[in-house]
Structure formats: structure tokens, C-alpha cells
């Protein structure tokens, strides 16, 4: 199956700052999801790349698909409290699909 | 629509003891996983069902059985617990049809094994 490796794999922030995880594969990928996990919660679809080279933004969050569709990442602008979570992308349609995960901790 | 339910939230077993975990979605999904989270670790797929009536192993199935009862249910099973099984365990469904394989969870088992 196509491994994808997430970084970092913790990230601390004050709050207002931005936020920067990757998620990075050795072979070119169909498609890119991302989940977000609250603490003590359970993963929630976030979103969907498809597209070499694709953006897509939700309000502070910016959703990238390299132009070689081997790498992505999740920016935040101005991170607030409620952004406090593991990061997950992952790859469909393969077993072996989640990445590690990205922990973010915003401090207020 | 209650989604993807898992019963039950909570379990503490002692070594050797066997349990079952169940999961239940009323989407309509043809696809139903289990997964194991421990910290460090990601969510591991333990294993997977694409459609009613098959199963096939994930990354991490040794000591798990699993059962695709009909297309609503899929079951865990723990015959023989062991500590390393301690664990935060996920089922969840998908559509792969829809072109949008979008992963839905249940809220989680929290199963510690002594």
C-alpha cells in the first residue's frame, strides 16, 4: 500500500499564529484526505483533493495538492483555541492509508 | 440518522478474557473498517469489509476476528486479550460509489486490558 508521512508530528502555538502540517509519499497519490480530531473525540472529514496543484480554503484553513500529487498540506491562518487537535491526511482506496497525524496545541 | 454507532464506550477485560465489539451504520455504506489508535501511533487499520459478505485484513489483525454480519453491522472480536491490545478502537463506514470515499467514525471504544 502507498504510506503517507505526516510532519511535524507535534506543533505547539500561541494562539493567532499560523499553522503548517505536510503530508508527503514516495509514489504519486489519487487523492488526498484530511480529518481533524478533537481530544477525546473521533476523526471528521475535513476534505478532498483530487487535482494536481488544487487549492481549496474553509474559512482559515488552506488545503494544498502538489503538481506532483505526492505531497500536501493544511495551513491555518490565525490559529485560534478551537483549531486545538490531530491532523490527519490519508490517502483512499489503499489499506494501509492514514498518516501519523499532526497534534496541534494552541495556547491562548 | 445516528451514523456510525459503537457499543460499547467503555471496557476494561483482564488478560485472556474474549469480547466483542460492535458497530452498526444506517447510511447505507458498502464499506466498513475497524481501527485501532494509540498515541504515537496513528489509526491503524486492523481490518476492513468492501462490501457485505467479505473481509479482508488491514496493517494490524493479528488477534482480531472480524464478522460482516449484514450491510448495516460489522463486529470486532477479541477471543484471547492482551495487554498490547489496550487501545482506543474506531469503526467506520464509507460509499466508495459516490466517487467520494469519505470516512465516517463512530465516537469510539476505550478498551483497556489488564
Known amino acids: 500500500g502507498q504510506q503517507v508521512m505526516q510532519i511535524p508530528q507535534y506543533q505547539h502555538v500561541q494562539e493567532g499564529e499560523d499553522f503548517t502540517t505536510y503530508c508527503n509519499s514516495s509514489?504519486?497519490?489519487?487523492?488526498i484526505q484530511w480529518y481533524k480530531q478533537r481530544p477525546g473525540g473521533h476523526p471528521v472529514f475535513l476534505i478532498q483533493l483530487v487535482k494536481s496543484g488544487e487549492v481549496k480554503k474553509q474559512k482559515r484553513l488552506t488545503f494544498q495538492f502538489g503538481e506532483a500529487k505526492k505531497n500536501s498540506s493544511l495551513h491555518i491562518t490565525a490559529t485560534q483555541t478551537t483549531d486545538v487537535g490531530t491532523y490527519f491526511c490519508?490517502?483512499?482506496?489503499?489499506?494501509?492509508?492514514f498518516g501519523k497525524g499532526t497534534s496541534l496545541l494552541v495556547t491562548p | 440518522n445516528a451514523g456510525v454507532t459503537q457499543t460499547p464506550k467503555f471496557q476494561v477485560l483482564k488478560t485472556g478474557q474474549s469480547m466483542t465489539l460492535q458497530c452498526a451504520q444506517d447510511m447505507n455504506h458498502n464499506s466498513m473498517y475497524w481501527y485501532r489508535q494509540d498515541p504515537g501511533m496513528g489509526l491503524r487499520l486492523i481490518y476492513y469489509s468492501a462490501s457485505e459478505g467479505t473481509t479482508d485484513k488491514g496493517e494490524v489483525p493479528n488477534g482480531y476476528n472480524v464478522s460482516r454480519l449484514n450491510k448495516r453491522e460489522f463486529s470486532l472480536r477479541l477471543e484471547s486479550a492482551a495487554p498490547s491490545q489496550t487501545s482506543v478502537y474506531f469503526c467506520?463506514?464509507?460509499?466508495?460509489?459516490?466517487?467520494?470515499?469519505?470516512?465516517?467514525f463512530g465516537s469510539g471504544t476505550q478498551l483497556s486490558v489488564l
Open positions: 490519508r490517502h483512499s482506496g489503499y489499506a494501509l492509508n
Open positions: 467506520a463506514s464509507s460509499d466508495p460509489g459516490q466517487g467520494l470515499e469519505k470516512l465516517f
Open positions: 509514489t504519486t497519490l489519487s487523492n
